[in-house]
């Protein structure tokens, strides 16, 4: 699986956007772009992924560069819940094991 | 629904003593996974099953380690002659085959003495 390279942690204030980067230059035309979090003392959770359009949830946004060499995780109003570690991880198939990377630590600020 | 069970949620051994770990994962979910965070670490890959192919042992650190899925359900991770550095929270995930999203327990933290 391709590599993925994130800022170590971001600050954000409650209730503003959160643009969470990744980069994945090597990124192969199959890879999926998928995003977890892992909120403190629990196993990590799905937020969302994207092959090539950017994605919407209930969650999230995901925005996909055209090249695909880059990807933003768009929280749109961060809570002190969202407060986590977010992992962006490349995946060739859907029943592929994830690699996960250091993730970037995300603090929220009342 | 339920979501994925794991037990025990903590878990002290000695150094040499073997170690089980359960995951329940979710019904109707054919695909099975271990990791495992050590402190400060990232989560780590252990092993992957798939219906009845055979499983994808390729994260298992040392052949201490082997895991066991019967009847398509329940996973036991099994750790031999345990050594400090096996302490861990181990985490287990399943998902559908046709879907991406995998959904991970709340762990075993295990702490061998």
């Known amino acids: 699986d391709a590599k993925t390279t994130q800022p170590n942690s971001m600050e954000s204030n409650e209730e503003e956007p959160v643009h969470l980067p990744c980069n994945h230059s090597?990124?192969?035309?199959?890879?999926?772009i998928h995003w977890y979090r892992q909120l403190p003392s629990q196993g990590p959770e799905y937020v969302i992924h994207g092959l090539t359009s950017n994605v919407n949830n209930r969650m999230a946004s995901l925005a996909i560069a055209e090249d695909r060499k880059s990807s933003t995780l768009i929280l749109h109003r961060a809570t002190l819940r969202d407060a986590a570690v977010y992992y962006c991880?490349?995946?060739?198939?859907?029943?592929?094991?994830?690699?996960f990377g250091q993730g970037t630590e995300l603090s929220v600020k009342p | 629904g339920a979501g994925v069970s794991q037990s025990p949620s903590n878990k002290v051994t000695e150094k040499g003593k073997d170690v089980e770990l359960r995951c329940d994962p979710i019904?109707?979910?054919?695909?099975l996974y271990w990791y495992r965070q050590s402190l400060g670490q990232g989560l780590e890959f252990l092993i992957y099953?798939?219906?009845?192919?055979?499983?994808?042992k390729s994260g298992l650190p040392s052949d201490r380690f082997s895991a066991e899925r019967t009847g398509g359900s329940v996973s036991t991770l099994t750790i031999q002659r345990t050594q400090q550095e096996d302490s861990a929270v181990y985490l287990c995930a399943s998902k559908r085959a046709s879907l991406n999203e995998q959904f991970f327990g709340p762990g075993t933290r295990l702490t061998v003495l």
């Open positions: 019904s109707g979910h054919t695909a």
């Open positions: 991880i490349l995946r060739a198939n859907l029943g592929g094991k994830l690699i």
């Open positions: 090597t990124i192969s035309g199959t890879d999926y």
């Open positions: 099953f798939q219906g009845n192919s055979a499983p994808d």
